[in-house]
């Protein structure tokens, strides 16, 4: 997931508003519990239309995602025909560290998939766990929407859904975030201690400086969303607690712009000079747009390889 937010970082800025796209799911929403770092929430139906948004998704998604879609691959669900949403979270766990779901509603029946099942399944409360390629599990939370990932994730997943323990809802600094974002194709939500470490990543040398160390325990989440209907477009805000932080994080950003510049190849210094960053009230906001040909030369900058790995 880092990938994805570097990527964005690294291009600066993301915002959409495209018509059509879908909220995330009330099956997906309500198996997130509270202790979420970040959902990731892509919309399949509109992603496949850009050959633009397939390279970036070949090329940047990180390594776990692209296992989870292979497991769907495994039980006769193609996630580039069958799939209309697919949403991912990552929440922490006291003794198992952070842990991995994935959420895939479309147009697949649960018979059709279930026959596919070779072993019988394991009984999680009302729920049944199914066996799936590499070590996850999924478990139908209704007729078209499948819930997939290790067990002790999943089982994680369902408590929350069944009252057990607190889900995304309880959580204000995040749910109230995925309003604004979840229109997009791409989109996502982070938490405070993942957006804190984002920036540093992205400030570069800049992120060593004084002013970052102070600001940084009052930037409290991040959002962003991708649109490919025109091009690309990318818009991140980052959410602080007061319009102090978010002008002292502006400054920053473009610093560590403008020195990227210093070394950065024809293709680059185009999406460079396509990115804007300012502030809005307590919100610091990053910008790029880029048409699909410099997109696609831009992913065959070196600078775009570093950020992606």
Request: glycine letters at 6%.
């Amino acid at each position: 997931m880092k990938k994805i937010i570097a990527v964005g970082f690294c291009l600066t800025t993301i915002l959409t508003t495209l018509a059509g796209a879908l909220p995330m799911s009330g099956s997906a929403r309500a198996v997130i519990p509270s202790e979420v770092q970040q959902i990731i929430c892509v919309d399949y139906r509109s992603l496949k239309n850009s050959d633009t948004a397939m390279q970036l998704k070949a090329q940047v998604l990180p390594e776990n995602l692209k296992d989870l879609e292979s497991a769907l691959k495994g039980i006769g669900i193609n996630p580039d025909r069958d799939v209309d949403q697919l949403t991912f979270a990552s929440y922490r766990t006291p003794k198992q560290g952070v842990k991995l779901i994935g959420v895939a509603s479309g147009a697949f029946s649960v018979k059709t998939v279930l026959k596919k099942m070779k072993m019988k399944p394991v009984k999680y409360r009302d729920s049944n766990l199914y066996p799936m390629n590499g070590g996850m599990d999924m478990t139908f939370l209704d007729d078209n929407t499948l819930l997939f990932g290790d067990t002790a994730a999943i089982k994680g997943a369902l408590d929350a859904r069944d009252g057990y323990t607190a889900t995304l809802d309880s959580k204000p600094e995040i749910a109230d975030m995925i309003g604004s974002v979840e229109s997009g194709t791409v989109w996502s939500v982070l938490d405070q201690e993942g957006t804190q470490n984002m920036m540093r990543s992205a400030l570069g040398d800049a992120g060593k400086l004084a002013d970052f160390e102070t600001v940084k325990k009052r930037v409290t989440g991040s959002r962003y969303t991708m649109n490919f209907q025109s091009g690309v477009n990318f818009d991140l805000d980052v959410v602080t607690s007061d319009s102090m932080t978010a002008a002292t994080l502006s400054s920053l950003l473009r610093a560590a712009v403008l020195y990227k510049k210093m070394t950065a190849t024809a293709s680059e210094k185009v999406a460079l000079d396509n990115m804007t960053v300012n502030s809005d009230s307590s919100n610091l906001q990053m910008h790029f747009k880029a048409d699909d040909n410099q997109f696609q030369n831009l992913m065959r900058s070196p600078l775009f390889a570093a950020v992606s790995k």
